[in-house]
Protein backbone atom coordinates (compact mmCIF):
# COMPACT_ATOMS: atom_id res chain seq x y z
CA UNK A 1 0.00 0.00 0.00
CA UNK A 2 2.03 3.92 -0.92
CA UNK A 3 1.66 6.54 1.39
CA UNK A 4 -1.21 7.86 0.06
CA UNK A 5 -3.50 5.05 0.72
CA UNK A 6 -1.87 4.74 4.19
CA UNK A 7 -2.65 8.50 4.37
CA UNK A 8 -6.66 7.66 3.26
CA UNK A 9 -7.21 4.91 5.22
CA UNK A 10 -6.05 6.67 8.11
CA UNK A 11 -8.51 9.34 7.61
CA UNK A 12 -11.17 7.55 6.76
CA UNK A 13 -11.01 5.29 9.74
CA UNK A 14 -11.12 8.68 11.48
CA UNK A 15 -14.06 9.71 10.52
CA UNK A 16 -16.04 6.66 11.09
CA UNK A 17 -14.94 6.58 14.52
CA UNK A 18 -16.00 10.38 15.02
CA UNK A 19 -19.09 10.70 12.97
CA UNK A 20 -20.46 7.29 14.85
CA UNK A 21 -19.83 10.01 18.00
CA UNK A 22 -21.68 12.23 16.37
CA UNK A 23 -24.87 10.19 15.74
CA UNK A 24 -24.89 8.41 18.73
CA UNK A 25 -25.38 11.78 20.78
CA UNK A 26 -27.09 13.54 19.12
CA UNK A 27 -29.69 11.00 17.25
CA UNK A 28 -29.15 8.62 19.33
CA UNK A 29 -29.22 10.02 23.02
CA UNK A 30 -31.43 13.16 22.14
CA UNK A 31 -33.79 11.54 19.93
CA UNK A 32 -34.28 7.74 19.73
CA UNK A 33 -33.21 7.05 23.36
CA UNK A 34 -34.56 10.12 24.56
CA UNK A 35 -37.15 8.99 26.67
CA UNK A 36 -35.01 5.89 28.18
CA UNK A 37 -32.44 8.59 29.18
CA UNK A 38 -35.05 11.20 30.54
CA UNK A 39 -35.40 8.48 33.27
CA UNK A 40 -31.96 9.98 34.71
CA UNK A 41 -31.41 13.72 35.86
CA UNK A 42 -28.51 15.49 35.76
CA UNK A 43 -28.51 18.29 38.22
CA UNK A 44 -32.05 19.79 37.20
CA UNK A 45 -31.89 18.21 34.13
CA UNK A 46 -33.53 15.17 32.62
CA UNK A 47 -30.39 13.56 30.86
CA UNK A 48 -32.49 13.00 27.26
CA UNK A 49 -33.53 16.76 27.61
CA UNK A 50 -29.75 17.62 28.25
CA UNK A 51 -28.43 15.86 25.28
CA UNK A 52 -30.93 17.20 22.76
CA UNK A 53 -30.46 21.02 23.93
CA UNK A 54 -27.01 20.90 25.36
CA UNK A 55 -24.77 17.93 25.56
CA UNK A 56 -24.49 17.06 22.07
CA UNK A 57 -23.47 20.28 20.83
CA UNK A 58 -21.19 20.52 23.40
CA UNK A 59 -19.93 17.13 21.90
CA UNK A 60 -19.80 18.20 18.44
CA UNK A 61 -17.56 21.30 18.95
CA UNK A 62 -14.85 18.76 20.90
CA UNK A 63 -15.45 16.40 17.87
CA UNK A 64 -13.99 18.64 15.56
CA UNK A 65 -10.99 20.04 17.86
CA UNK A 66 -10.13 16.08 18.24
CA UNK A 67 -10.51 16.21 14.61
CA UNK A 68 -7.95 18.75 13.83
CA UNK A 69 -5.71 17.61 15.94
CA UNK A 70 -5.74 13.97 14.81
CA UNK A 71 -4.89 15.15 11.09
CA UNK A 72 -2.59 17.64 11.86
CA UNK A 73 -0.76 14.45 13.78
CA UNK A 74 -1.11 12.76 10.72
CA UNK A 75 -0.41 15.42 8.71
CA UNK A 76 2.99 15.87 10.55
CA UNK A 77 3.70 12.11 10.31
CA UNK A 78 3.04 11.66 6.38
CA UNK A 79 5.37 14.55 5.36
CA UNK A 80 8.12 13.69 7.63
CA UNK A 81 8.05 10.74 5.36
CA UNK A 82 8.46 12.68 2.49
CA UNK B 1 -30.96 58.97 28.78
CA UNK B 2 -33.68 58.35 27.10
CA UNK B 3 -33.76 54.95 25.06
CA UNK B 4 -34.44 56.81 21.36
CA UNK B 5 -31.15 58.51 21.58
CA UNK B 6 -29.23 54.95 23.05
CA UNK B 7 -30.25 52.86 20.23
CA UNK B 8 -29.07 55.79 17.58
CA UNK B 9 -26.06 55.88 19.36
CA UNK B 10 -25.20 52.34 19.62
CA UNK B 11 -26.44 51.61 15.79
CA UNK B 12 -24.62 54.73 14.77
CA UNK B 13 -21.51 53.54 15.83
CA UNK B 14 -21.37 50.16 14.81
CA UNK B 15 -22.66 50.83 11.32
CA UNK B 16 -19.62 53.19 11.33
CA UNK B 17 -17.25 50.72 12.50
CA UNK B 18 -18.56 48.16 9.60
CA UNK B 19 -18.32 50.65 6.61
CA UNK B 20 -14.84 51.95 7.98
CA UNK B 21 -13.28 48.46 7.59
CA UNK B 22 -14.94 47.88 4.43
CA UNK B 23 -13.33 50.47 3.20
CA UNK B 24 -10.28 49.99 4.64
CA UNK B 25 -10.23 46.29 3.35
CA UNK B 26 -11.82 46.81 -0.11
CA UNK B 27 -11.57 44.19 -2.77
CA UNK B 28 -9.14 44.66 -5.72
CA UNK B 29 -8.95 41.37 -7.66
CA UNK B 30 -11.05 39.17 -8.34
CA UNK B 31 -9.65 36.30 -5.61
CA UNK B 32 -10.34 39.19 -3.03
CA UNK B 33 -13.88 39.75 -4.29
CA UNK B 34 -14.91 36.02 -3.72
CA UNK B 35 -12.85 34.45 -1.57
CA UNK B 36 -10.72 37.40 0.41
CA UNK B 37 -7.53 36.40 -1.14
CA UNK B 38 -7.57 33.56 0.28
CA UNK B 39 -5.48 35.22 3.43
CA UNK B 40 -8.02 35.01 6.37
CA UNK B 41 -6.88 33.69 9.87
CA UNK B 42 -8.88 30.58 10.53
CA UNK B 43 -10.22 32.45 14.25
CA UNK B 44 -11.15 35.48 11.86
CA UNK B 45 -12.79 33.04 9.58
CA UNK B 46 -14.50 31.59 12.54
CA UNK B 47 -16.09 34.57 13.82
CA UNK B 48 -17.42 35.67 10.17
CA UNK B 49 -18.74 32.58 9.55
CA UNK B 50 -20.81 32.28 12.98
CA UNK B 51 -22.06 35.77 12.32
CA UNK B 52 -22.56 34.38 8.65
CA UNK B 53 -24.77 31.65 9.98
CA UNK B 54 -26.27 33.48 12.53
CA UNK B 55 -29.02 35.43 11.20
CA UNK B 56 -31.78 37.82 13.08
CA UNK B 57 -34.10 34.12 12.77
CA UNK B 58 -31.11 32.95 15.06
CA UNK B 59 -30.72 36.08 17.20
CA UNK B 60 -34.36 37.43 17.54
CA UNK B 61 -36.49 33.71 17.47
CA UNK B 62 -35.36 31.10 18.00
CA UNK B 63 -35.06 31.43 21.67
CA UNK B 64 -38.90 31.70 21.47
CA UNK B 65 -39.78 29.25 18.88
CA UNK B 66 -38.27 27.01 21.73
CA UNK B 67 -39.31 28.79 24.77
CA UNK B 68 -43.26 27.96 23.06
CA UNK B 69 -41.87 24.32 21.90
CA UNK B 70 -39.77 22.94 24.52
CA UNK B 71 -37.88 19.53 23.96
CA UNK B 72 -39.47 19.78 19.98
CA UNK B 73 -37.32 23.10 19.80
CA UNK B 74 -33.82 20.80 20.15
CA UNK B 75 -34.35 19.83 16.35
CA UNK B 76 -32.85 23.53 15.87
CA UNK B 77 -30.46 23.72 18.26
CA UNK B 78 -28.55 20.00 17.15
CA UNK B 79 -29.68 20.69 13.53
CA UNK B 80 -28.05 24.40 13.22
CA UNK B 81 -24.44 22.91 14.67
CA UNK B 82 -24.21 19.43 13.65
CA UNK B 83 -24.08 20.15 9.98
CA UNK B 84 -20.46 21.68 11.48
CA UNK B 85 -19.47 18.48 12.24
CA UNK B 86 -20.12 17.31 8.80
CA UNK B 87 -18.52 20.40 7.46
CA UNK B 88 -15.49 20.02 9.30
CA UNK B 89 -15.16 16.39 8.61
CA UNK B 90 -16.21 15.58 4.75
CA UNK B 91 -16.43 18.71 2.90
CA UNK B 92 -14.25 21.76 3.92
CA UNK B 93 -10.72 20.74 4.32
CA UNK B 94 -11.45 18.84 0.85
CA UNK B 95 -12.83 22.01 -0.88
CA UNK B 96 -10.32 23.95 0.15
CA UNK B 97 -7.53 22.27 -1.28
CA UNK B 98 -9.31 22.07 -4.46
CA UNK B 99 -9.16 25.91 -4.11
CA UNK B 100 -11.10 27.54 -6.46
CA UNK B 101 -13.87 30.03 -5.95
CA UNK B 102 -17.16 28.92 -5.44
CA UNK B 103 -19.35 25.53 -5.38
CA UNK B 104 -20.08 25.35 -8.48
CA UNK B 105 -16.75 25.42 -9.53
CA UNK B 106 -16.24 22.24 -8.02
CA UNK B 107 -19.26 20.02 -9.32
CA UNK B 108 -18.54 21.44 -12.55
CA UNK B 109 -14.80 20.54 -12.59
CA UNK B 110 -15.04 17.59 -10.76
CA UNK B 111 -18.15 16.01 -13.09
CA UNK B 112 -16.20 17.63 -15.98
CA UNK B 113 -19.49 19.11 -17.39
CA UNK B 114 -21.15 22.54 -17.96
CA UNK B 115 -24.44 20.96 -17.48
CA UNK B 116 -23.57 19.89 -13.83
CA UNK B 117 -21.90 23.38 -12.78
CA UNK B 118 -25.34 24.98 -14.64
CA UNK B 119 -27.02 22.80 -12.17
CA UNK B 120 -25.23 23.99 -9.84
CA UNK B 121 -25.73 27.46 -10.36
CA UNK B 122 -29.30 26.76 -10.46
CA UNK B 123 -29.52 25.16 -7.28
CA UNK B 124 -27.43 27.64 -5.30
CA UNK B 125 -29.27 30.82 -7.02
CA UNK B 126 -32.95 29.04 -5.21
CA UNK B 127 -31.42 28.12 -1.96
CA UNK B 128 -29.66 31.69 -1.58
CA UNK B 129 -32.76 33.42 -2.67
CA UNK B 130 -35.56 32.00 -0.31
CA UNK B 131 -32.83 32.26 2.23
CA UNK B 132 -32.21 36.35 1.22
CA UNK B 133 -35.47 37.49 1.04
CA UNK B 134 -36.45 36.46 4.35
CA UNK B 135 -33.18 38.17 5.82
CA UNK B 136 -34.02 41.28 4.19
CA UNK B 137 -37.38 41.28 5.60
CA UNK B 138 -36.08 40.45 8.83
CA UNK B 139 -33.73 43.40 8.27
CA UNK B 140 -36.21 45.80 7.94
CA UNK B 141 -38.27 44.43 11.05
CA UNK B 142 -35.45 45.21 13.47
CA UNK B 143 -34.86 48.26 12.08
CA UNK B 144 -38.58 49.58 12.04
CA UNK B 145 -39.09 48.48 16.16
CA UNK B 146 -35.86 49.84 16.93
CA UNK B 147 -35.47 53.28 14.75
CA UNK B 148 -39.19 53.85 14.59
CA UNK B 149 -39.47 53.81 10.95
CA UNK B 150 -41.42 51.87 8.51
CA UNK B 151 -40.97 48.65 7.71
CA UNK B 152 -40.44 49.84 4.17
CA UNK B 153 -37.75 52.48 5.04
CA UNK B 154 -35.98 50.01 7.21
CA UNK B 155 -35.29 47.17 4.46
CA UNK B 156 -34.49 50.41 1.95
CA UNK B 157 -31.68 51.67 4.80
CA UNK B 158 -30.70 48.28 5.00
CA UNK B 159 -30.36 47.51 1.77
CA UNK B 160 -28.09 50.89 1.40
CA UNK B 161 -25.88 49.47 4.32
CA UNK B 162 -25.52 46.03 2.86
CA UNK B 163 -25.08 47.37 -0.90
CA UNK B 164 -22.29 49.69 0.24
CA UNK B 165 -20.04 47.16 2.22
CA UNK B 166 -20.79 43.79 -0.17
CA UNK B 167 -20.07 45.79 -3.40
CA UNK B 168 -17.36 47.57 -2.23
CA UNK B 169 -15.68 44.82 -0.20
CA UNK B 170 -16.41 41.87 -1.70
CA UNK B 171 -15.47 39.03 0.27
CA UNK B 172 -12.73 40.69 1.91
CA UNK B 173 -15.06 43.33 3.47
CA UNK B 174 -17.43 40.95 4.26
CA UNK B 175 -15.12 38.88 5.88
CA UNK B 176 -14.12 41.47 8.28
CA UNK B 177 -17.40 43.46 8.88
CA UNK B 178 -18.64 39.57 9.72
CA UNK B 179 -15.61 39.49 12.33
CA UNK B 180 -17.01 43.21 13.86
CA UNK B 181 -20.13 42.16 13.17
CA UNK B 182 -19.64 38.68 15.32
CA UNK B 183 -18.74 40.76 18.65
CA UNK B 184 -21.38 43.29 18.80
CA UNK B 185 -24.27 40.08 18.09
CA UNK B 186 -22.79 37.31 21.13
CA UNK B 187 -22.20 40.67 24.03
CA UNK B 188 -25.40 41.80 22.73
CA UNK B 189 -26.84 38.35 23.23
CA UNK B 190 -24.93 37.30 26.18
CA UNK B 191 -25.12 40.22 28.37
CA UNK B 192 -29.41 40.15 29.00
CA UNK B 193 -28.70 35.99 29.64
CA UNK B 194 -25.92 36.44 32.17
CA UNK B 195 -28.18 39.11 33.93
CA UNK B 196 -31.41 37.24 33.92
CA UNK B 197 -30.24 33.88 34.72
CA UNK B 198 -28.26 35.53 38.42
CA UNK B 199 -31.20 37.24 38.88
CA UNK B 200 -33.43 34.08 38.68
CA UNK B 201 -31.02 31.17 39.49
CA UNK B 202 -28.44 33.28 41.05
CA UNK B 203 -26.13 31.09 38.88
CA UNK B 204 -24.38 33.65 36.59
CA UNK B 205 -23.45 30.70 33.55
CA UNK B 206 -26.82 30.83 31.49
CA UNK B 207 -25.91 26.94 30.32
CA UNK B 208 -25.85 25.79 34.04
CA UNK B 209 -28.30 28.23 35.47
CA UNK B 210 -31.30 26.87 33.63
CA UNK B 211 -30.54 23.45 35.33
CA UNK B 212 -30.48 24.57 38.81
CA UNK B 213 -33.03 25.79 41.29
CA UNK B 214 -34.82 29.15 41.91
CA UNK B 215 -34.87 30.56 44.95
CA UNK B 216 -37.93 27.73 45.96
CA UNK B 217 -35.91 25.44 46.19
CA UNK B 218 -37.45 23.59 42.98
CA UNK B 219 -35.17 22.98 39.99
CA UNK B 220 -36.41 25.39 37.24
CA UNK B 221 -37.22 22.64 34.60
CA UNK B 222 -39.52 20.92 37.19
CA UNK B 223 -41.16 23.72 37.72
CA UNK B 224 -41.99 24.84 34.36
CA UNK B 225 -43.07 21.09 33.62
CA UNK B 226 -45.80 21.55 36.49
CA UNK B 227 -46.79 24.75 35.08
CA UNK B 228 -47.18 23.55 31.62
CA UNK B 229 -49.21 20.75 32.73
CA UNK B 230 -51.37 23.04 35.20
CA UNK B 231 -52.44 25.36 32.58
CA UNK B 232 -52.96 22.53 30.01
CA UNK B 233 -49.51 23.41 27.79
CA UNK B 234 -47.92 20.26 26.69
CA UNK B 235 -45.15 19.25 28.78
CA UNK B 236 -41.95 21.50 28.38
CA UNK B 237 -39.17 18.38 28.37
CA UNK B 238 -40.89 16.02 26.21
CA UNK B 239 -41.93 16.57 22.88
CA UNK B 240 -45.32 16.43 20.47
CA UNK B 241 -43.92 15.87 17.17
CA UNK B 242 -43.16 11.66 16.49
CA UNK B 243 -39.90 10.57 17.01
CA UNK B 244 -39.50 9.87 13.43
CA UNK B 245 -40.05 13.51 11.99
CA UNK B 246 -37.97 15.01 14.62
CA UNK B 247 -35.44 12.42 13.41
CA UNK B 248 -36.07 13.56 9.85
CA UNK B 249 -35.93 17.18 10.58
CA UNK B 250 -32.56 17.17 12.51
CA UNK B 251 -30.91 15.52 10.01
CA UNK B 252 -32.33 17.98 7.12
CA UNK B 253 -30.69 21.13 8.85
CA UNK B 254 -27.91 19.11 9.66
CA UNK B 255 -27.14 18.19 6.14
CA UNK B 256 -28.69 21.40 4.79
CA UNK B 257 -26.12 23.67 6.97
CA UNK B 258 -23.20 21.56 5.93
CA UNK B 259 -24.56 22.32 1.74
CA UNK B 260 -25.15 26.26 1.96
CA UNK B 261 -23.51 27.40 -0.74
CA UNK B 262 -22.75 30.66 1.81
CA UNK B 263 -21.27 28.78 4.46
CA UNK B 264 -19.53 26.23 2.24
CA UNK B 265 -17.45 29.56 0.23
CA UNK B 266 -15.89 30.83 3.97
CA UNK B 267 -14.09 27.92 4.07
CA UNK B 268 -12.47 29.01 0.15
CA UNK B 269 -11.22 31.96 2.34
CA UNK B 270 -8.32 30.49 4.59
CA UNK B 271 -5.10 29.95 3.42
CA UNK B 272 -4.66 26.21 3.52
CA UNK B 273 -5.90 23.36 3.88
CA UNK B 274 -5.35 22.52 8.33
CA UNK B 275 -6.57 26.30 8.25
CA UNK B 276 -10.13 25.36 7.12
CA UNK B 277 -10.62 22.15 9.54
CA UNK B 278 -9.37 24.76 12.12
CA UNK B 279 -11.88 27.15 10.92
CA UNK B 280 -14.75 25.08 11.29
CA UNK B 281 -13.65 24.42 14.62
CA UNK B 282 -13.59 27.89 15.71
CA UNK B 283 -17.17 28.56 13.77
CA UNK B 284 -18.55 26.33 16.07
CA UNK B 285 -17.42 27.45 19.07
CA UNK B 286 -18.53 30.63 18.09
CA UNK B 287 -21.59 29.17 17.53
CA UNK B 288 -22.42 26.78 19.88
CA UNK B 289 -22.01 30.09 22.48
CA UNK B 290 -25.34 31.25 21.28
CA UNK B 291 -26.78 28.05 21.25
CA UNK B 292 -26.13 26.92 23.83
CA UNK B 293 -27.28 29.80 25.24
CA UNK B 294 -30.55 30.49 23.73
CA UNK B 295 -32.17 27.38 25.51
CA UNK B 296 -31.56 28.30 28.39
CA UNK B 297 -33.11 32.41 27.70
CA UNK B 298 -36.10 29.64 26.60
CA UNK B 299 -36.27 28.68 30.18
CA UNK B 300 -36.00 31.54 31.80
CA UNK B 301 -38.48 33.75 29.79
CA UNK B 302 -40.93 31.29 29.88
CA UNK B 303 -41.02 30.45 33.69
CA UNK B 304 -40.46 34.35 34.28
CA UNK B 305 -43.99 34.60 31.66
CA UNK B 306 -46.11 32.39 33.25
CA UNK B 307 -45.50 33.78 36.36
CA UNK B 308 -45.52 37.46 35.43
CA UNK B 309 -49.25 37.16 33.38
CA UNK B 310 -51.22 33.60 34.37
CA UNK B 311 -54.26 34.64 36.79
CA UNK B 312 -52.73 38.16 37.30
CA UNK B 313 -55.09 41.33 37.10
CA UNK B 314 -54.81 42.65 34.08
CA UNK B 315 -53.81 46.53 35.64
CA UNK B 316 -51.47 45.39 37.82
CA UNK B 317 -49.20 44.03 34.92
CA UNK B 318 -45.86 45.50 35.23
CA UNK B 319 -44.85 48.40 32.81
CA UNK B 320 -42.98 46.40 29.39
CA UNK B 321 -46.26 44.67 29.11
CA UNK B 322 -48.15 47.50 28.07
CA UNK B 323 -45.23 48.81 25.97
CA UNK B 324 -45.19 45.54 23.91
CA UNK B 325 -48.41 45.48 23.64
CA UNK B 326 -48.12 48.57 21.65
CA UNK B 327 -46.29 46.70 19.07
CA UNK B 328 -48.91 43.91 18.73
CA UNK B 329 -46.27 41.26 19.56
CA UNK B 330 -48.85 40.80 22.82
CA UNK B 331 -51.85 40.65 22.94
CA UNK B 332 -54.83 40.28 25.66
CA UNK B 333 -58.52 39.61 25.17
CA UNK B 334 -60.44 39.55 28.42
CA UNK B 335 -62.96 36.69 26.76
CA UNK B 336 -64.55 36.23 30.53
CA UNK B 337 -64.57 39.71 31.81
CA UNK B 338 -63.07 38.52 35.19
CA UNK B 339 -60.09 41.11 34.87
CA UNK B 340 -57.81 38.50 35.42
CA UNK B 341 -55.38 36.81 32.34
CA UNK B 342 -56.37 33.39 31.31
CA UNK B 343 -53.10 32.37 29.86
CA UNK B 344 -53.80 27.84 28.73
CA UNK B 345 -53.68 25.43 25.94
CA UNK B 346 -57.45 25.65 25.68
CA UNK B 347 -57.59 28.44 22.61
CA UNK B 348 -61.64 28.76 23.52
CA UNK B 349 -60.63 29.80 26.86
CA UNK B 350 -57.12 31.33 26.30
CA UNK B 351 -56.97 35.00 26.16
CA UNK B 352 -53.71 36.13 25.89
CA UNK B 353 -51.39 35.91 22.66
CA UNK B 354 -47.57 35.76 23.05
CA UNK B 355 -45.50 36.52 19.84
CA UNK B 356 -42.51 33.83 19.98
CA UNK B 357 -39.93 36.92 19.15
CA UNK B 358 -40.82 38.96 22.29
CA UNK B 359 -39.07 36.01 24.51
CA UNK B 360 -35.45 37.85 23.45
CA UNK B 361 -36.73 41.31 22.65
CA UNK B 362 -38.61 41.94 25.92
CA UNK B 363 -36.01 40.14 28.08
CA UNK B 364 -33.95 43.27 29.02
CA UNK B 365 -36.93 44.77 30.35
CA UNK B 366 -38.37 41.99 32.29
CA UNK B 367 -35.28 41.84 33.54
CA UNK B 368 -34.76 45.67 34.37
CA UNK B 369 -31.58 46.16 32.93
CA UNK B 370 -30.57 49.87 31.82
CA UNK B 371 -31.56 51.14 28.35
CA UNK B 372 -28.44 51.23 27.36
CA UNK B 373 -28.39 47.18 27.14
CA UNK B 374 -31.56 47.47 25.32
CA UNK B 375 -29.76 49.88 22.73
CA UNK B 376 -26.89 47.08 22.18
CA UNK B 377 -29.25 44.27 21.67
CA UNK B 378 -30.58 46.58 18.61
CA UNK B 379 -27.07 46.86 17.69
CA UNK B 380 -26.45 42.88 17.84
CA UNK B 381 -30.28 42.07 15.87
CA UNK B 382 -29.30 44.41 13.30
CA UNK B 383 -25.72 42.67 13.06
CA UNK B 384 -26.97 39.67 12.75
CA UNK B 385 -29.06 39.86 9.87
CA UNK B 386 -26.84 42.20 8.11
CA UNK B 387 -24.18 39.72 8.07
CA UNK B 388 -25.94 37.23 6.89
CA UNK B 389 -27.46 38.87 3.95
CA UNK B 390 -23.83 40.21 3.00
CA UNK B 391 -22.88 37.01 2.66
CA UNK B 392 -26.02 35.18 0.79
CA UNK B 393 -25.89 38.75 -1.68
CA UNK B 394 -21.93 37.49 -2.22
CA UNK B 395 -22.69 33.73 -3.38
CA UNK B 396 -25.85 35.30 -5.61
CA UNK B 397 -22.97 37.80 -7.52
CA UNK B 398 -20.04 35.53 -7.81
CA UNK B 399 -22.97 32.49 -9.39
CA UNK B 400 -23.85 34.67 -11.79
CA UNK B 401 -20.30 36.77 -13.15
CA UNK B 402 -17.97 33.79 -12.25
CA UNK B 403 -19.95 30.40 -12.74
CA UNK B 404 -22.56 31.78 -15.22
CA UNK B 405 -20.43 34.49 -16.87
CA UNK B 406 -16.91 33.51 -16.65
CA UNK B 407 -16.84 30.20 -16.85
CA UNK B 408 -20.17 29.48 -19.76
CA UNK B 409 -20.87 32.64 -21.37
CA UNK B 410 -17.98 34.66 -21.44
CA UNK B 411 -14.62 33.02 -20.89
CA UNK B 412 -12.35 35.54 -22.35
CA UNK B 413 -13.75 38.59 -20.09
CA UNK B 414 -11.09 39.91 -18.50
CA UNK B 415 -10.43 40.16 -14.94
CA UNK B 416 -11.33 43.99 -14.71
CA UNK B 417 -14.31 43.04 -16.40
CA UNK B 418 -15.22 40.26 -13.97
CA UNK B 419 -15.09 42.17 -11.04
CA UNK B 420 -17.17 44.56 -12.91
CA UNK B 421 -20.05 41.71 -13.50
CA UNK B 422 -19.53 40.90 -10.00
CA UNK B 423 -20.39 43.76 -8.45
CA UNK B 424 -23.01 44.82 -10.78
CA UNK B 425 -24.74 41.15 -9.86
CA UNK B 426 -24.43 42.44 -6.44
CA UNK B 427 -26.22 45.70 -6.95
CA UNK B 428 -28.99 43.29 -8.99
CA UNK B 429 -29.10 41.06 -6.26
CA UNK B 430 -29.94 43.14 -3.66
CA UNK B 431 -32.37 45.69 -5.93
CA UNK B 432 -34.44 42.21 -6.17
CA UNK B 433 -33.68 40.93 -2.33
CA UNK B 434 -34.93 44.59 -1.27
CA UNK B 435 -37.97 44.18 -3.29
CA UNK B 436 -38.86 40.89 -2.00
CA UNK B 437 -38.16 42.38 1.92
CA UNK B 438 -40.86 45.17 0.92
CA UNK B 439 -43.57 43.04 -0.99
CA UNK B 440 -42.93 39.46 0.97
CA UNK B 441 -44.20 36.69 -0.70
CA UNK B 442 -46.64 34.69 1.00
CA UNK B 443 -44.40 32.12 1.33
CA UNK B 444 -41.16 33.73 2.33
CA UNK B 445 -41.05 32.59 5.95
CA UNK B 446 -41.99 29.14 5.35
CA UNK B 447 -40.05 28.97 2.90
CA UNK B 448 -36.44 30.24 4.91
CA UNK B 449 -36.56 26.66 6.76
CA UNK B 450 -36.90 24.66 3.53
CA UNK B 451 -33.90 26.41 1.96
CA UNK B 452 -31.91 23.70 3.79
CA UNK B 453 -34.21 20.85 2.68
CA UNK B 454 -32.91 22.39 -0.96
CA UNK B 455 -29.43 22.31 0.03
CA UNK B 456 -29.65 19.14 1.62
CA UNK B 457 -31.47 17.37 -1.23
CA UNK B 458 -28.88 18.60 -3.99
CA UNK B 459 -25.55 20.16 -3.49
CA UNK B 460 -24.44 17.77 -0.31
CA UNK B 461 -24.46 14.00 -1.75
CA UNK B 462 -22.61 15.42 -5.09
CA UNK B 463 -20.23 17.11 -3.11
CA UNK B 464 -19.54 14.58 -0.89
CA UNK B 465 -19.57 11.61 -3.52
CA UNK B 466 -17.23 13.86 -5.86
CA UNK B 467 -14.68 13.71 -2.70
CA UNK B 468 -15.23 9.73 -1.37
CA UNK B 469 -15.77 8.06 -4.49
CA UNK B 470 -13.90 8.06 -7.58
CA UNK B 471 -16.43 6.23 -9.39
CA UNK B 472 -18.82 8.96 -8.78
CA UNK B 473 -19.06 10.24 -12.41
CA UNK B 474 -21.10 13.09 -14.07
CA UNK B 475 -24.22 11.40 -15.18
CA UNK B 476 -25.34 10.12 -11.71
CA UNK B 477 -24.36 13.56 -10.08
CA UNK B 478 -26.61 15.35 -12.36
CA UNK B 479 -29.32 13.05 -12.01
CA UNK B 480 -28.97 13.10 -8.44
CA UNK B 481 -28.92 16.87 -8.08
CA UNK B 482 -31.89 16.98 -10.89
CA UNK B 483 -34.10 14.52 -9.14
CA UNK B 484 -33.11 15.40 -5.47
CA UNK B 485 -33.59 19.36 -5.69
CA UNK B 486 -36.92 18.54 -8.26
CA UNK B 487 -38.54 16.02 -5.25
CA UNK B 488 -38.06 18.49 -2.73
CA UNK B 489 -39.35 21.48 -4.38
CA UNK B 490 -42.47 19.61 -5.32
CA UNK B 491 -42.89 18.23 -1.89
CA UNK B 492 -42.81 21.75 -0.54
CA UNK B 493 -44.98 23.12 -2.92
CA UNK B 494 -47.59 20.60 -2.46
CA UNK B 495 -47.49 20.79 1.51
CA UNK B 496 -46.48 24.58 2.11
CA UNK B 497 -48.42 26.29 -0.85
CA UNK B 498 -51.48 23.44 -1.96
CA UNK B 499 -49.42 23.54 -5.44
CA UNK B 500 -50.15 19.57 -6.93
CA UNK B 501 -53.55 18.99 -5.42
CA UNK B 502 -51.78 20.25 -1.64
CA UNK B 503 -52.15 17.88 1.20
CA UNK B 504 -52.44 17.99 5.13
CA UNK B 505 -50.45 16.44 7.40
CA UNK B 506 -52.58 13.30 7.40
CA UNK B 507 -51.19 13.14 3.88
CA UNK B 508 -47.74 12.95 4.52
CA UNK B 509 -45.31 10.65 3.17
CA UNK B 510 -44.03 8.22 6.21
CA UNK B 511 -45.07 11.57 8.22
CA UNK B 512 -42.59 13.32 7.57
CA UNK B 513 -43.03 17.04 7.71
CA UNK B 514 -42.12 19.25 4.64
CA UNK B 515 -39.13 20.77 7.00
CA UNK B 516 -38.00 17.40 7.14
CA UNK B 517 -38.64 16.02 3.91
CA UNK B 518 -34.94 17.45 2.66
CA UNK B 519 -33.56 14.42 4.81
CA UNK B 520 -35.48 12.00 2.67
CA UNK B 521 -34.88 13.73 -1.30
CA UNK B 522 -31.40 13.44 -0.18
CA UNK B 523 -31.19 9.92 0.06
CA UNK B 524 -32.92 9.65 -2.97
CA UNK B 525 -30.25 11.58 -4.73
CA UNK B 526 -27.83 9.51 -2.68
CA UNK B 527 -29.65 6.64 -4.26
CA UNK B 528 -30.20 7.66 -7.82
CA UNK B 529 -26.44 8.78 -8.26
CA UNK B 530 -25.04 5.53 -6.83
CA UNK B 531 -27.49 4.07 -8.99
CA UNK B 532 -26.97 5.77 -12.50
CA UNK B 533 -23.57 5.80 -12.26
CA UNK B 534 -23.52 2.16 -12.30
CA UNK B 535 -24.20 1.96 -15.42
CA UNK B 536 -22.38 4.91 -17.34
CA UNK B 537 -18.74 4.91 -18.00
CA UNK B 538 -16.34 5.93 -15.09
CA UNK B 539 -15.28 9.21 -15.18
CA UNK B 540 -11.12 8.96 -16.81
CA UNK B 541 -7.98 9.03 -15.38
CA UNK B 542 -7.44 13.01 -14.92
CA UNK B 543 -10.63 13.75 -12.56
CA UNK B 544 -9.22 10.36 -10.80
CA UNK B 545 -5.68 12.37 -10.12
CA UNK B 546 -7.79 15.20 -9.42
CA UNK B 547 -9.49 13.50 -6.86
CA UNK B 548 -6.34 11.86 -5.69
CA UNK B 549 -4.99 15.49 -5.38
CA UNK B 550 -7.62 16.83 -3.38
CA UNK B 551 -7.74 14.48 -0.63
CA UNK B 552 -4.14 14.47 -0.37
CA UNK B 553 -3.24 18.18 1.67
CA UNK B 554 0.52 18.15 1.62
CA UNK B 555 0.63 17.69 -2.32
CA UNK B 556 0.90 21.38 -2.87
Redesign the interface.
Known amino acids: MNKNETYWKTNLKYLVILLTIWFTVSYGFGILLVDTLNQFTLGGFKLGFWFAQQGSIYVFVLLIFVYIYLMNRLDEKFKSKN | MELQYWIWIAVGISFTLYIAIAIITRASSTGEFYVAGKGVHPIANGMATAADWMSAASFISMAGI ?1 SFNG ?1 D ?2 VY ?2 GW ?2 G ?2 LL ?3 LA ?1 YLRKFGKFTVPDFIGDRYYSNIARGVAVFCALIISFTYIAGQMRGVGVVFSRYLEVDITTGVLIGMLIVLFYAVLGGMKGITYTQVAQYCVLIFAFMLPAIFISLMVTGNVIP ?2 G ?4 GSDGV ?4 KLDGLHRELGFHEY ?3 KKT ?1 LD ?2 FI ?2 ALMVGTAGLPHVIVRFFTVKKV ?1 DA ?2 S ?2 WA ?2 FI ?1 IL ?2 TA ?1 AVAVFSRTNLIETVSNKAYHALPDWFEKWEATGLISFDDKNQDGLIQYVADPEVNELKVDADIMVLANPEIANLPNWVIAIMAAGALAAALSTAAGLLLVISSSVSHDLIKKMIKPDVSEKGELIAARLSAVGAVMLAAYFGINPPGFVAATVALAFGLAAASFFPAIVLGIFSKRMNKEGAIAGMVVGILLMLFYMTKFKFGWFGGGTEKDWWFGISPEGFGSFAMMVNFAVSIIISKFTPAPDREIQELI ?1 KI ?4 DE
Open positions: IYGSLMTGYVALLPQIFGSTYLLDTSGTVFTASRKAGLLAYTPERNPN
